[in-house]
T-cell receptor, first 113, second 114 residues
Framework: AQTVTQSQPEMSVQEAETVTLSCTYD???????LFWYKQPPSRQMILVIR??????QNATENRFSVNFQKAAKSFSLKISDSQLGDTAMYFC??????????FGTGTSLTVIP | DTAVSQTPKYLVTQMGNDKSIKCEQN?????MYWYKQDSKKFLKIMFS???????INETVPNRFSPKSPDKAHLNLHINSLELGDSAVYFC?????????????FGEGSWLTVV
């Protein structure tokens, strides 16, 4: 079975600072995909960033970047220059087989002004 | 233009009632999902349909019955509602093709059972 673990239930960061959210996963697959989703208080699920396991280069999307360590099965999200609008739940997700999608338990991030 | 739309967005109902939540996507995707998010924010897959066929059916009480009349629609019917069914239910869709395509969520349907 695939599992996704987010060991930090809550985190906080000062505005304009950098924060890293952790995610580990367990799989025997070699080809898979990893995602970070953001869920603000409105509960809308918003894709933040995506990483293909076969790519060694870490994905980046503006202020968001990942540190993908395939051997360690680790997929952390770094948010640079944190903004108040970044306050949200962040979910790490794993996908294999086209439609086998699994989410972690989430990290609640608060950006402090 | 909403890509994945769910109705109703809010639903308050009494225990024992039967209710449905509708989902439609206008993205032309082949795969659709239902997820349940409880009060602790755990997001758990319930069902997955690919081109109207059931692909994933996680351990969900048989009071929950998905129905997909066509690949653009996946409705969720819940019989004999219980207090523990209170949650936010998300519909999502995913395009066909090689893996890596992300899933697109609706805005969620907030179900409260009283």
């Amino acid at each position: 079975a695939q599992t996704v673990t987010q060991s930090q239930p809550e985190m906080s960061v000062q505005e304009a600072e950098t924060v890293t959210l952790s995610c580990t996963y367990d799989t025997s697959e070699n080809n898979y995909y990893l995602f970070w989703y953001k869920q603000p208080p409105s509960r809308q699920m918003i894709l933040v960033i995506r990483q293909e396991a076969y790519k060694q280069q870490n994905a980046t999307e503006n202020r968001f970047s990942v540190n993908f360590q395939k051997a360690a099965k680790s997929f952390s999200l770094k948010i640079s220059d944190s903004q108040l609008g970044d306050t949200a739940m962040y979910f790490c997700a794993f996908m294999r087989g086209g439609n086998q999608f699994y989410f972690g338990t989430g990290t609640s991030l608060t950006v402090i002004p | 233009d909403t890509a994945v739309s769910q109705t109703p967005k809010y639903l308050v109902t009494q225990m024992g009632n039967d209710k449905s939540i509708k989902c439609e996507q206008n993205l032309g995707h082949d795969t659709m999902y239902w997820y349940k998010q409880d009060s602790k924010k755990f997001l758990k897959i319930m069902f997955s349909y690919n081109n109207k066929e059931l692909i994933i059916n996680e351990t969900v009480p048989n009071r929950f019955s998905p129905k997909s009349p066509d690949k653009a629609h996946l409705n969720l019917h819940i019989n004999s509602l219980e207090l523990g069914d209170s949650a936010v239910y998300f519909c999502a869709s995913q395009p066909a093709g090689l893996g890596g395509n992300t899933i697109y969520f609706g805005e969620g349907s907030w179900l409260t059972v009283v």
